[in-house]
């Protein structure tokens, strides 16, 4: 296969059946997944969720990079579906130990005729070649340092849930700012449904100067005046496993930048406290953060859930995607 397209040069086509960036979701598209999201959600709470839903096939779940939230929660999308999820997590005891290639990997799943993939894979993984080239959806479920599409989706769908709209709202990001691909897809989905983001970090954390001059976005060196212009703050990870040999002084930013009981106290009565997990307690946040009313940590994980189911109908009746 040929490594020398660039991410733009795709098949509208195929593309417009797969999940692999929010560049090409229109707003009103997302708008139409968050409202199927909480009508799931609703219709899931109600208990009229027919459990009896009959098997429409499987889908190919290819967790080539550590998972837990986002592959349970394909999962259960995937049941409540009427999908039957075949997974692969981690490459241990499969080909790639042999030195199969992860596009490989793919290819011959695909000749297994899933009905979508749904695929966690590092940046150099071809997530846009390969969704030209097979003729089965795939969803990113978190790509590198990329983008995370479904993540940020859920995150705004909270937000939406709290507000009714996302609108001119401020988005913070706390924290590893460089390496995540959640904020990767929250700048595209920004762009879809017109709201601010901040960055709080260290110099260490910051992305390079070129991706700063976004005009959404809103710098702060100080925790205590962001979080003042938040309506929502995402503690983000310290992504250890990414910063190949790249030095961090723990203490001071801990002391800097992490969510505590007093340093929360800068926050709106109203705002949303925010993070997608795994959370390293005493980095980001204390566990006491997790009792504050205005944390919703876990109601993203649920939230989560739905978003998805949502997301996979919409691969199943044909992508609406364009
Ligand atoms: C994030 C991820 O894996 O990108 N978590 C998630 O999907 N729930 C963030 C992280 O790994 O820190």
Request: with cysteine; net charge neutral.
């Amino acid at each position: 296969m040929s490594t020398s397209f660039s991410d733009q040069n795709y098949n509208r086509s195929v593309i417009g059946r797969s999940l692999v960036d929010l560049n090409h979701l229109s707003s009103e598209t997302i708008h139409f997944i968050f409202s199927e999201s909480l009508k799931l959600k609703y219709e899931y709470a109600q208990n009229k969720w027919s459990k009896q839903t009959q098997l429409k096939g499987l889908a190919a779940l290819l967790f080539f990079e550590p998972s837990t939230r986002t592959r349970f929660s394909f999962e259960s999308a995937c049941v409540r579906s009427g999908v039957h999820p075949l997974v692969l997590d981690g490459g241990q005891g499969t080909s790639l130990e042999k030195g199969e290639t992860l596009e490989d990997t793919v290819l011959n799943i695909e000749a297994m005729k899933p009905l979508f993939f749904v695929i966690r894979a590092p940046d150099e993984f071809p997530f846009m070649q390969l969704a030209q080239h097979i003729n089965v959806p795939m969803i990113n479920a978190g790509w590198g340092m990329k983008g995370h599409p479904t993540q940020a989706l859920l995150d705004m769908l909270t937000v939406y849930e709290k507000f009714e709209t996302v609108e001119n709202k401020n988005i913070l990001f706390i924290g590893d700012i460089k390496h995540s691909r959640v904020v990767s897809s929250h700048l595209q989905l920004a762009e879809k449904l017109n709201y601010q983001v901040g960055y709080c970090c260290p110099d260490s954390f910051m992305p390079q100067q070129a991706s700063l001059m976004n005009p959404r976005l809103h710098l702060f060196n100080k925790l205590e005046q962001a979080l003042n212009w938040a309506d929502a703050a995402i503690a983000l990870r310290v992504q250890k496993e990414r910063h190949f040999g790249e030095k961090l002084n723990l203490q001071s930013y801990i002391e800097q930048y992490a969510l505590t009981p007093h340093s929360v106290k800068a926050l709106k009565s109203d705002a949303l406290i925010m993070h997608p997990g795994p959370i390293n307690y005493g980095v980001e946040m204390d566990q006491a953060i997790t009792h504050d009313p205005r944390a919703v940590i876990l109601k993203l994980v649920q939230n989560g859930t739905f978003l998805r189911q949502a997301v996979i109908q919409n691969v199943l009746n044909g992508g609406i995607f364009q």
